[in-house]
């Protein structure tokens, strides 16, 4: 016999949707491009997706602006064929502080309007 517990609700971070707003997945220093599009984005991370099946790598840089020497350190944090979820990383390897993501993120991939 088993004893059910009620599920605990996860609260998560507010997303933000992009409508597909091209990014560049950046490897290899910034020497290997694939093109990418950024579905939503949060301050802690973002879900994107890629048109071509392609081996993405458990971490890698994200450019928002394709030839902009900045780049946000991700690390994949789930696959669904091709669509990733992925959270900011610092360059030390730890979360990303939410400020700063927000900032480089979402205003990066503001939308026009």
């Not at 016999?1 to 609260?11: C, L, N, S």
């Not at 290997?32 to 081996?55: H, N, Q, W, Y």
């Not at 450019?63 to 789930?78: F, G, I, N």
């Amino acid at each position: 016999m088993t004893v059910e517990e009620p599920r605990v609700k996860v609260q998560r971070e507010p997303r933000r949707q992009m409508r597909r707003q091209p990014a560049w997945i950046t490897v290899e220093d910034g020497m290997t491009k694939l093109e990418c599009f950024v579905l939503d984005v949060s301050p802690g991370g973002a879900r994107i997706v890629t048109d071509a099946a392609m081996d993405v790598r458990d971490t890698f840089g994200l450019a928002l602006v394709p030839d902009h020497p900045k780049r946000q350190s991700c690390e994949v944090v789930w696959r669904r064929g091709r669509t990733y979820g992925i959270k900011f990383v610092s360059d030390a390897g730890h979360p990303a502080p939410p400020a700063d993501a927000a900032n480089s993120a979402e205003a990066a991939c503001s939308l026009p309007s």
